[in-house]
């Protein structure tokens, strides 16, 4: 079994900036997709980024432009620069790693965003 361990979330005003970080307990094979998902209060976990073992990235529409998915194949750490958050970003964020029928998810990081 994999912990994934979130960080970096916290209470930032509207147009402010975060970094989330994702650290696996131990290293995966690139051939896992890595993943940031949120849910908000009474909403479906919705997937906000995903990026592949060789660096490709994928965003929902809410987060293009504004929020970065990044990733170090030695650690299996995730990263997600989210820049110009607003209210409707605030949820909980949590980290996913996925390959074939295997899936592991983190506890998730609190963000809120408000003035």
């Known amino acids: 079994q994999v912990q994934l361990v979130e960080s970096g979330g916290g209470l930032v005003q509207p147009g402010g900036s975060l970094r989330l970080s994702c650290v696996p307990s131990r290293p995966l094979p690139t051939i896992y997709t890595m993943a940031w998902y949120r849910q908000a209060p009474g909403n479906q976990r919705e997937l906000v980024a995903i990026i592949t073992g060789g660096g490709q990235p994928d965003y929902a529409d809410s987060a293009k432009g504004r929020f970065t998915i990044s990733r170090d194949n030695v650690k299996s750490i995730i990263y997600l620069q989210m820049n110009n958050l607003q209210p409707e970003d605030t949820a909980v964020y949590y980290c996913?790693?996925?390959?074939?029928?295997?899936?592991?998810w983190g506890q998730g990081t609190q963000v809120t965003v408000s003035a």
């Open positions: 996913n790693a996925e390959w074939s029928h295997t899936k592991y």
